[in-house]
């Protein structure tokens, strides 16, 4: 029998000790999962009522269950969970939920799991990860057939619903509301086979993100549709991890919004909010500092030698960030993290249709790839973006646009604004462009041109 991804690394003797206990209800919920898995599966109850528990984790066959007015709160300390390594991961992993190398397994209910965020360190700083310092809400890894739907995810301490190497997921009818500390992603995907319907998210990280970290899985047949995606960083996003492959993707009838909260600071010696508002305010030219905004509406990232192909967005109403639509090839080096055998650099095959949307700072959109990582095939049909206009004040700044080859690939990564106040398009093969238009606001004006190509090859 062919073995799973994660036991061929040895994870799966790493929980076989069962669950720890957290000296609350950790040890009686475990002990019912357990029951019912051992009978052939069934359902586990979580009743009306606050329960706090260390990390549990779901067996084959078991559907956990949380009663409307339960909360499945996330005990505070390391010492509640068990910490491990994973193959091809980024940092290490624990979880107030987790299965391993199961099928057939779901959450479901009304209720909610709190994941009490602000109880756990805080980062020295909002781009520092840390994540080995803190549990996330829910982690699904090498798992056939997992199914979630209704319950509420508030306040990870990290990552919110991870699926790391999964086949046949569905995804309906989550609220996830998580600001209380950093890398507060929603829902991070590395599966197969996969539908994500109806959520509302709002997140201080990425509120949706495809990432592709093991070389030999590939990440494909994905649909992500009616999502409300509000973060503080990207809405709905692939990458920044690229090492293997992302095809056949699509993203429909979703939106995007500004986030709706910020959250503490909790730092030593620090007793104020931590205002993203005003950072963003700073990085991204032309946004107010008391205007709340995600960094990227649409984020497209091939930076690790990976294949990214066949991706659609379609019907999307793009609101509440900085720049729209933001896609980028690059060859960013240092991370090891699931490093490809051979650097494939494939980035083909877009499809941006019926997008509607507004850009909140003077950046613009923009779809850049490198020499080694060009960006081919790529249509824009049915794009309406307006913009904010008054970027004539840093117009002198914008050539010659840095290449910025191996740099993180946030929206801002050249350090400037750039050339077209709509769309600035540079080492794409491949373009085009059908009813695109990039107006600016009414009583705005603004100095460049709306649309700029550089090294753009068969442009239509």
């Avoid at 029998?1 to 000296?23: H, N, P, R």
């Avoid at 999962?33 to 066959?61: C, K, M, Y």
């Avoid at 093969?429 to 990039?438: M, R, T």
């Amino acid at each position: 029998m062919k073995k799973s991804l994660l036991a061929c690394a040895g994870f799966l003797s790493a929980v076989a000790a069962g669950a720890a206990a957290a000296g609350f209800e950790t040890a009686a919920f475990q002990r019912e999962i357990d029951e019912a898995a051992a009978r052939g599966g069934g359902r586990v109850v979580v009743p009306a009522g606050r329960h706090v528990v260390g990390q549990l984790d779901l067996r084959s066959n078991v559907e956990l269950h949380l009663e409307k007015g339960a909360v499945l709160e996330g005990a505070v300390g390391l010492d509640n969970y068990r910490v491990t390594t994973l193959p091809f991961s980024e940092g290490t992993w624990s979880a107030v939920v987790s299965a391993v190398a199961v099928t057939n397994v779901a959450i479901t209910g009304e209720g909610e799991i709190f994941g009490n965020g602000t109880a756990w360190p805080q980062p020295a700083n909002y781009g520092g990860n840390q994540e080995g310092t803190r549990p996330r809400g829910i982690f699904f890894a090498d798992c056939r057939g997992v199914r979630l739907s209704d319950f509420t995810l508030r306040d990870s301490a990290c990552w919110g619903v991870v699926f790391k190497c999964c086949d046949g997921v569905d995804v309906r009818r989550l609220v996830i509301d998580s600001h209380a500390n950093a890398n507060n992603d929603g829902i991070d995907i590395e599966a197969r086979n996969v539908v994500i319907a109806d959520c509302d998210i709002d997140t201080g990280d990425d509120a949706i993100c495809l990432k592709s970290n093991n070389p030999g899985f590939a990440v494909e047949n994905v649909l992500v549709t009616n999502v409300t995606a509000r973060s503080h960083c990207a809405g709905l996003k692939l990458g920044t991890a690229s090492h293997g492959t992302m095809r056949n993707i699509e993203f429909v009838d979703c939106r995007t919004e500004a986030p709706r909260r910020d959250f503490p600071d909790l730092r030593p010696g620090r007793n104020c909010l931590w205002f993203v508002n005003a950072d963003h305010a700073r990085d991204y030219p032309g946004v107010g500092a008391d205007e709340p905004s995600g960094l990227s509406s649409i984020a497209i990232e091939n930076v690790d030698g990976g294949i990214v192909e066949n991706v659609t967005f379609r019907r999307i109403p793009a609101m509440g960030s900085c720049v729209p639509i933001f896609i980028r090839g690059g060859t960013r080096t240092g991370r090891v993290c699931g490093t490809p055998p051979s650097d494939k650099r494939i980035f083909r095959r877009l499809l941006l249709e019926d997008i509607e949307g507004e850009s909140l700072s003077h950046i613009a959109s923009s779809i850049t790839g490198v020499e080694g990582c060009r960006v081919k095939d790529v249509m824009l049909r049915n794009v309406k973006i307006v913009c904010r206009g008054g970027g004539d004040t840093e117009v002198e700044r914008t050539r010659p646009v840095p290449e910025a080859a191996g740099k993180y690939p946030n929206a801002n990564l050249f350090g400037c604004v750039l050339p077209a106040y709509g769309l600035y398009v540079r080492h794409v093969d491949g373009l085009q462009l059908d009813n695109v238009s990039f107006p600016l606001a009414p009583g705005t004006s603004d100095r460049r041109e709306p649309m700029v190509f550089d090294d753009v090859c068969n442009e239509r």
